[in-house]
């Protein structure tokens, strides 16, 4: 399957959005690892903003990056959002709550621990009724996410937008679940080149082989310990803008195989 990227946003322990990121991801610079600064997103209405939970912030921020490097509006665009567990904090005060005398969950608390609530919280700030899918494959929800948005774009003809994030837990919870920080990134993709095309993908579904790895090893630690990051050999692919060729992560028996195709 052949699709193009047209606009991508990140956000990461010192990955502070796309441009920011290049050199690090290139390898032009050194990674400099720093603690996770989540932009805030004017999208979401007051009320509305107070109430999201940070895999919403995040989901926002990154998808609200990617859209406007695309130039093309949200609004209109089939969404897939991919992460392999829900709002962590959400989830212990639930489960907190539970273990009481007082057993009376909180409405906020539970529309926020349902794993649809980052796009619900995205058509609220957009206005999208376009169609839009959440996906959970525990570590390698990332590629399939992208092999869920190529195979839309694919047979729909018409631009997807993925979306991938995930948070910390907290104890005890980390312990059963650990997660080494807070990711997410966001890629418009489309059917055919445009002026604000920056790579080619072409993506495969293929037999389990060796996976790509980052260079850097404290971007590799990144990619090991936090499933959205299992995107960084992508994310690098594409910030070097050179034909390239990346195996992602994708089940026991399988991998997602991609060829970087640069466009400028």
Known sequence: MRVFVEGIGLCG???????????ALSGALPYQPQPVRIPVTDLLPANERRRAVQTVKIAL?????????????PAQTATIFASSGGDGDTIDA??????????????????????????GYWSIATGSQAPSSSICAHDDSFAAGLLEAAAQLVTEQRAVALISYDICYP???????????????????VPARTEATVAGLEIELGASRAVSEMESPALEELRR?????????LLAALARQEKSFVTLDYLDDMALDVKVLPCR
């Open 94 to 119: 639930i489960l907190n709550v539970l273990a009481s005398p007082n057993r009376e969950v909180s409405p906020t608390r539970f529309h926020n621990s349902v794993h649809n609530a980052p796009a």
């Open 13 to 23: 322990p010192g990955l502070d959005g796309w441009m920011a990121s290049l050199t």
């Open 171 to 189: 104890a005890p919870l980390s312990l059963v679940r650990p997660i080494g920080a807070a990711f997410g990134v966001a890629l418009v993709l």
């Open 225 to 233: 310990n936090t499933p959205a990051a299992r995107s960084l050999p």
């Open 61 to 73: 921020a990154v998808g609200a990056e990617a859209f406007s490097a695309a130039g093309r509006d």
